[in-house]
């Protein structure tokens, strides 16, 4: 069966400093990755998706990047911390048949 | 994707059935009713997705109604741990690179 891990689960980093998120998906090949964010209280924000290696496509601009260097490793990254960056951050991953989106257990950032 | 309408909260007995409604009046042809649920500090997880047949699966069943502009979902023996935030998402069934549009839900308390 398909399986996706997030990690860590909470994390406390100061403002300016790097970031450094990862997700994998395993019993699958070629998913469709997400990162998504939800600030308290609200709906979720997607950031960036991608449908193979090396490809990224971003929503929204902002101080966050992605990566996916393998197939089912998706990686959420920054290079400094502001604290507007502060949520829970979800991965999420389609399959061959493309209509059901799974998350993970997401990571939650606070950035003081 | 066409809007739905969610009550914002409900309460529940344990033990007995949950129906949460959903009303999705304007929904297209090709547009599936979704439905995922989020437990506090969790990732959101699927439940069940329908287009016009009802449909049912270990966790819950989907009635939709004939000219399919509105749903129930049925949790049929509702526990203490079915509390969370449940959301009705109507789209077409191939989500390829866009992302899942969650509202603001309704939120379901199972009570002792």
């Known amino acids: 069966s398909q399986t996706i891990h997030q990690w860590p689960a909470t994390l406390v980093q100061p403002v300016g400093s790097p970031l450094s998120l990862e997700c994998t998906v395993e019993?699958?090949?070629?998913?469709?990755l997400y990162w998504y964010r939800q600030a308290a209280g609200r709906g979720l924000q997607l950031l960036f998706y991608s449908v193979g290696i090396g490809q990224i496509s971003s929503e929204v601009p902002q101080n966050l990047s992605a990566s996916r260097p393998q197939d089912r490793q998706f990686i959420l990254s920054s290079k400094k911390l502001l604290l507007s960056d502060s949520g829970f951050y979800l991965c999420?991953?389609?399959?061959?048949?493309?209509?059901?989106?799974?998350f993970g257990a997401g990571t939650r950032l606070s950035v003081l | 994707d066409a809007k739905t309408t969610q009550p914002p909260s409900m309460d529940c007995a344990e033990g007995r059935a949950a129906n949460l409604p959903c009303n999705h009046s304007t929904i297209s042809g090709n547009e599936y009713v979704y439905w995922y649920r989020q437990i506090h500090s969790q990732g959101p997880q699927y439940i069940i997705h329908g287009l016009k047949n009802n449909e049912t699966n270990e966790m819950a069943s989907l009635i939709i109604t004939e000219d399919r502009k509105s749903s129930t979902l049925i949790l049929p023996h509702a526990t203490l741990r079915d509390t969370a935030v449940y959301y009705c998402?109507?789209?077409?069934?191939?989500?390829?690179?866009?992302?899942?549009?969650f509202g603001k839900g309704t939120r379901l308390s199972v009570i002792a």
């Open positions: 019993g699958t090949s070629n998913p469709n």
């Open positions: 998402i109507v789209r077409v069934v191939y989500i390829g690179n866009t992302p899942l549009v």
């Open positions: 999420a991953w389609t399959g061959t048949g493309k209509n059901i989106q799974y």
